[in-house]
């Protein structure tokens, strides 16, 4: 407590379940985020607990400790120095190939949650969104906000759902499974792409999306500020998967793997590109 100054001042942010405070550990200059959680939410807390203390990997919010006594249930996680994905959408600085490498991050966490073995259950995250994405000075992306999450994909609770533009419109057939959680990253591919969220403008990023890519006229909803940065052939292998993902099937939608594929080839081709006076396109690193 001594981090946070026993919660009395630096709370940055808030969620249905806790408070989060930015504070220095004693004797330290290294900055923590610590979640404090409010007295009614022992599952939540638990169930974040528990993933982050027994998966850890690189595009995943590390956890440096907990404290769970005395009716106080706390969660300490690494800081992540610019905040959350959603402020970004709209800056002109995060340039094209550092949006494609924030997806490849995004995607590649999700593939090592939904994959299973003898040790560790398959998580399904069920609140991916925008803000949920942390980025650090580096603009390396790790997913966070797992109190939502399901390891049992045949008994779920969805009363808590945030029923908003991220969620799987197959989301009221009483469970959501790890294409769901490919939905709900579909949408933020296009957010990404387009530059704003999704329930900006008084429309939807999924649905209209999809209208514009089926009417062969996306590249009017691309962000302006970064349109001549990309390469055709990128964009086609992006939005040809961010399409995917928001099928209306679920079962036909892309394994978190396969998204992770084309989203690397999507940047190999970006990255291949040198000037062409042919096309007048130039990459800008």
Not at 10 to 27: H, I, Q, V
Not at 64 to 87: A, F, P, Q, T, W
Not at 126 to 147: G, P, Q, T, V
Not at 196 to 205: K, N
């Amino acid at each position: 407590m001594l981090a946070t100054e026993n919660f009395s001042v630096n709370c940055f942010g808030s969620g249905r379940y806790w408070k989060a405070y930015e504070g220095k550990l004693p004797n330290a200059s290294t900055t923590i985020v610590a979640k404090r959680w409010d007295s009614k939410s022992d599952d939540q807390f638990g169930t974040e607990l528990d993933i982050l203390f027994k998966r850890k990997h690189k595009n995943i919010i590390r956890l440096v400790g907990y404290c769970s006594e005395r009716n106080e249930n706390i969660i300490v996680y690494e800081h992540m120095s610019k905040g959350s994905l959603d402020k970004y959408l709209k800056d002109s600085k995060l340039k094209w190939m550092k949006r494609l490498q924030i997806c490849i991050d995004v995607a590649s966490a999700l593939d090592f949650l939904h994959g299973e073995n003898v040790t560790l259950k398959k998580v399904v995250h069920r609140n991916i969104k925008s803000h949920s994405i942390l980025l650090n000075d580096d603009w390396d992306a790790k997913i966070s906000n797992f109190e939502l999450s399901s390891l049992d994909s045949s008994h779920q609770n969805i009363k808590y759902i945030n029923k908003d533009a991220y969620l799987d419109p197959q989301y009221n057939q009483g469970s959501l499974t790890e294409k769901s959680d490919i939905y709900s990253f579909g949408v933020i591919l296009f957010e990404i792409l387009c530059g704003r969220l999704t329930w900006e403008e008084g429309h939807e990023a999924g649905p209209l999306a999809k209208h514009y890519y089926e009417q062969a006229k996306l590249d009017e909803m691309v962000f302006a500020d970064i349109k001549e940065q990309i390469v055709p052939q990128s964009l086609t292998t992006f939005v040809d998967i961010a399409y995917e993902c928001l099928h209306e099937d679920a079962d036909k939608r892309p394994k978190a793997g396969d998204v992770v594929i084309q989203l690397k080839k999507a940047l190999e081709i970006q990255v291949s590109f040198h000037i062409c006076p042919n096309v007048g396109f130039l990459l800008l690193l």
